[in-house]
């Protein structure tokens, strides 16, 4: 029997952006399953409440409305070692990849207990513009043990932490919008122009 490839893809959703949403169509296209959750990073500052987050990942996650799209809000955790323990427990019998954007590539063996679960775990890494890959950040993930694939995706340099200073409803997707807009988040209101 052949094992399904589950793509992970853990984000802060900080807000979710037209990146997110390009990101999550081009893995459903690779991957036979992918899994999605909000999360807390311990190395950012979080506009909103981690609830609030999961919440608009969800709208997200139902705008693509894809059968082989889950919301695993269960995996969150703030440690990478924590939320892969989680994954295996959920699908033991799967291929499991931890999708990473470039802008993390060289943070991740820095992260808590890095040198424990790099080994045994396929990274795959979306090129986002505006952060390229470093040959650098590539040999140190294989210098730490970890299997890698760059993805041969480019997603769109829309970043979260832009969103919250300046919303653009054109960067954001349709589902999230209105929500940010209901919920007064990042300076929006609804007699927001």
Same mark, same amino acid.
């Given at each position: ?10 984000? *802060? ?10 990101? %999550?169509?081009?893995? %459903? ?7 999605? #959750? ?9 506009? &909103?409440?981690? &609830? ?6 969800? $709208? @997200? ?29 959920? #699908?033991?019998?799967?291929? %499991? ?41 590539? $040999? ?6 970890? *299997?890698?694939?760059? @993805?041969?995706?480019?997603?769109? &340099?829309?970043?979260? *932490?832009?969103?919250?200073? $300046? ?12 929500? @940010? ?13």
């Amino acid at each position: 029997m052949v094992q399904q490839r589950i793509a992970l893809l853990g984000t *802060s959703a900080d807000p979710p952006t037209r990146g997110h949403q390009d990101l %999550l169509e081009q893995l %459903l296209h690779r991957y036979d399953r992918v899994a999605t #959750w909000a999360s807390d990073n311990p190395m950012k500052q979080h506009g &909103a409440p981690l &609830a609030v987050r999961a919440m608009l990942l969800k $709208a @997200l996650v139902g705008q693509l409305n894809s059968p082989d799209l889950d919301l695993a809000q269960d995996l969150s955790s703030p440690f990478t070692m924590v939320t892969l323990n989680r994954a295996h427990q959920r #699908w033991p019998q799967h291929n %499991l990849v931890f999708v990473v954007g470039s802008d993390l590539a060289a943070q991740i063996p820095h992260w808590k207990k890095a040198d424990q679960w790099l080994g045994h775990c396929q990274i795959a890494i979306a090129p986002r513009q505006g952060w390229p890959l470093t040959p650098t950040a590539l $040999a140190d993930l294989t210098r730490c043990g970890a *299997s890698v694939d760059v @993805l041969d995706v480019e997603i769109p &340099a829309s970043a979260s *932490s832009d969103q919250r200073l $300046a919303p653009q409803q054109q960067q954001v997707p349709s589902a999230v919008w209105p929500l @940010l807009l209901e919920h007064n988040l990042y300076g929006l209101h609804p007699n927001h122009c």
